[in-house]
């Protein structure tokens, strides 16, 4: 075992990591220096240092916190709320697993076209900004196309399991399920607190904006208690607090799409008080003669489009970026540049076919060359 890293299990079962020093993750988007150092007192403050955490269980990918705090059982209190919050987020927004008493998205689908489901008010929250980002994106998020998306998960799964012929959906099924994609039918009643399907055949799918929304909440929870230097990496869905314990910004490198490439970061950018999410095509993807089928589907084409390698946005709500991040990577380049260029405080850089890069026209603020 690694020096300085423990492993323990909670009351759950859930295996995690503690460490004091940043882990190594291996997701799109990572930390990359300067998260050791400690900063002084201030207004007589005690000294406060970094602290770790790693989890590898909830929303199926790896999960890595770091925390400014003035000891161990000050990050514990932090750690514990943080890890209470994304298991109750994990539960909640699972489309594939159902939890004793909880009533989650997966209950919302099984019950379309049957009966409303109550549900809490997160689920009413994130299902109301996800149609909100539907209305903004002009249809380029949308989480009510689970009827297609479950079709190429269920292909992907086999390419990438004991399949010795992967295959491609064809268009026919795709077009069928497709028909059971009408935003109009999801419908949200706040005063009862439900949520129902209309169409039998309609299911939902928030993996478009769950992880950051949810990395979002958790980032609002952390503030409240008391945090003020904190980076979350939900996925690859960065938010950050405030600036490094010692006031300079975090630095954050995001992946380079050519995963043999020397130079493992595309770029790096400083963030203090944003967000940073990338979708890309080197992710989730299978091949089929030659050709790849990543996970991110164009609701207009219900194919994976591959006009971009990856799209990243940078924005101060991980909820917007991660929805952003899908709906720009499904829009022509001056489509997704001038709805960009339409939001506050917003940027996002594209990485084409060929390597190379377009900037929105503040994303360079935020490089070494634009300091």
Not at 109 to 127: F, K, Q, T, Y
Not at 328 to 348: R, Y
């Amino acid at each position: 075992m690694q020096e300085g890293v423990r492993r323990r299990r909670n009351g759950r079962g859930l295996m995690f990591l503690k460490c004091w020093r940043m882990l190594a993750v291996a997701a799109a988007v990572l930390a990359l220096s300067g998260i050791v150092a400690g900063c002084g007192a201030v207004g007589g403050r005690k000294k406060q240092k970094p602290f770790d955490v790693q989890y590898l269980t909830y929303f199926d990918t790896v999960t890595s916190i770091t925390i400014y705090a003035e000891d161990e059982e000050q990050f514990a209190k932090w750690e514990q709320l943080v890890h209470s919050e994304l298991e109750r987020y994990h539960q909640l927004y699972d489309i594939y697993h159902s939890y004793e008493g909880v009533n989650n998205i997966k209950v919302i689908n099984d019950h379309a076209g049957i009966s409303p489901v109550e549900v809490s008010e997160d689920i009413l929250d994130l299902l109301e900004f996800s149609l909100k980002e539907y209305e903004l994106t002009k249809g380029g998020v949308h989480v009510g196309m689970g009827s297609v998306l479950s079709i190429w998960h269920d292909y992907r799964e086999m390419a990438l399991g004991e399949s010795k012929f992967p295959m491609v959906p064809s268009m026919d099924e795709l077009e069928s399920a497709a028909k059971h994609m009408n935003i109009q039918d999801i419908h949200l009643d706040r005063q009862a607190g439900t949520v129902f399907l209309a169409d039998p055949e309609m299911r939902l799918d928030v993996g478009a904006v769950a992880k950051g929304y949810t990395a979002q909440r958790l980032a609002d929870t952390l503030r409240e208690a008391g945090v003020t230097n904190a980076l979350l990496s939900l996925g690859g869905n960065v938010v950050t607090i405030g600036a490094r314990g010692d006031g300079k910004p975090w630095r954050v490198g995001i992946q380079n799409p050519d995963l043999g490439a020397e130079n493992p970061y595309i770029q790096v950018v400083d963030l203090t008080d944003m967000c940073l999410v990338t979708s890309g095509t080197y992710q989730r993807f299978y091949e089929v003669d030659g050709k790849r089928y990543h996970h991110i589907i164009n609701p207009e084409l219900l194919m994976p489009w591959n006009e971009y390698q990856s799209v990243t946005i940078l924005s101060p709500d991980s909820g917007e970026a991660d929805a952003l991040s899908t709906a720009v990577f499904n829009m022509k380049l001056e489509d997704g540049l001038s709805l960009i260029e339409s939001l506050d405080k917003t940027e996002a850089l594209w990485i084409l076919p060929d390597g190379s890069q377009i900037e929105s026209s503040g994303f360079r603020a935020y490089t070494e060359e634009g300091r």
